[in-house]
Antibody, heavy 122, light 107 residues
Framework: QVQLVESGGGVVQPGRSLRLSCAAS????????IHWVRQAPGKGLEWVAI????????YYADSVKGRFTISRDNSKNTLYLQMDNLRAEDSAVYTC???????????????WGQGTVVTVSS | DIQMTQSPSSLSASVGDRVTITCRAS??????LAWYQQKPGKVPNLLIY???TLHSGVPSRFSGSGSGTDFTLTINSLQPEDVATYYC?????????FGPGTKVDIK
């Protein structure tokens, strides 16, 4: 079945880096734009970043711009989020989500992973 | 950037009630509006996209309407399994902003 599985979360000190992965299965990964969304404990959903199906276009939330980098390896069906210079306010559950249709970024999110927890603390 | 607001922030209704949640965009977003349901401890599920198109498998008691900047999610005949937080989202351009959420529970 269509599935997204995140990994790479953990506890990290402020200022350090972490790389998250999102492994896709059950669909043609290279046809779909994918997002990262995060949710801090007890808070709402915050969109983080998107990468187009071909990896050519990337957009970021202002809160992470210049610190986070989204990338994908279509040969490995995997999405990444490189998070540098982490701050306490980056602590959240990070979830990847695919868009509803192929080869366009401007669609709703139909499949979500279960998330990976990132805690930034000294 | 376009801001998304929702009202109310929470509501309590009886089983069988009709529930209405409002979402407003600070600028027009055409029909690039989705609604998600997030049950406690779970990831969000897509309910509606394109303002009013019901996603596959979503019960017909859910419906969406609106245009431009003002949108509504309606639950006809609230059921116990509808207890959740509901988020609207714009997806016409980055950032793909979510509304702050509306928490729905049973009276």
């Amino acid at each position: 079945q269509v599935q997204l599985v995140e990994s790479g979360g953990g506890v990290v000190q402020p200022g350090r880096s972490l790389r998250l992965s999102c492994a896709a299965s059950g669909f043609t990964f290279s046809n779909f734009a994918i997002h990262w969304v995060r949710q801090a404990p007890g808070k709402g959903l915050e969109w983080v970043a998107i990468i187009s199906y071909d990896g050519l276009y990337k957009y970021y939330a202002d809160s992470v711009k210049g610190r986070f980098t989204i990338s994908r390896d279509n040969s490995k069906n995997t999405l990444y989020l490189q998070m540098d210079n982490l701050r306490a306010e980056d602590s959240a559950v990070y979830t990847c989500a695919k868009v509803l249709g192929i080869r366009t970024s401007w669609l709703a999110f139909d499949i979500w992973g279960q998330g990976t927890v990132v805690t930034v603390s000294s | 950037d376009i801001q998304m607001t929702q009202s109310p922030s929470s509501l309590s209704a009886s089983v069988g009630d009709r529930v209405t949640i409002t979402c407003r965009a600070s600028q027009g977003i055409s029909n690039y509006l989705a609604w998600y349901q997030q049950k406690p401890g779970k990831v969000p599920n897509l309910l509606i996209y394109g303002v009013s198109t019901l996603h596959s498998g979503v019960p017909s008691r859910f419906s969406g309407s609106g245009s431009g900047t003002d949108f509504t999610l309606t639950i006809n005949s609230l059921q116990p399994e509808d207890v959740a937080t509901y988020y609207c989202q714009k997806y016409n351009s980055a950032p793909f902003t979510f509304g702050p959420g509306t928490k729905v529970d049973i009276k």
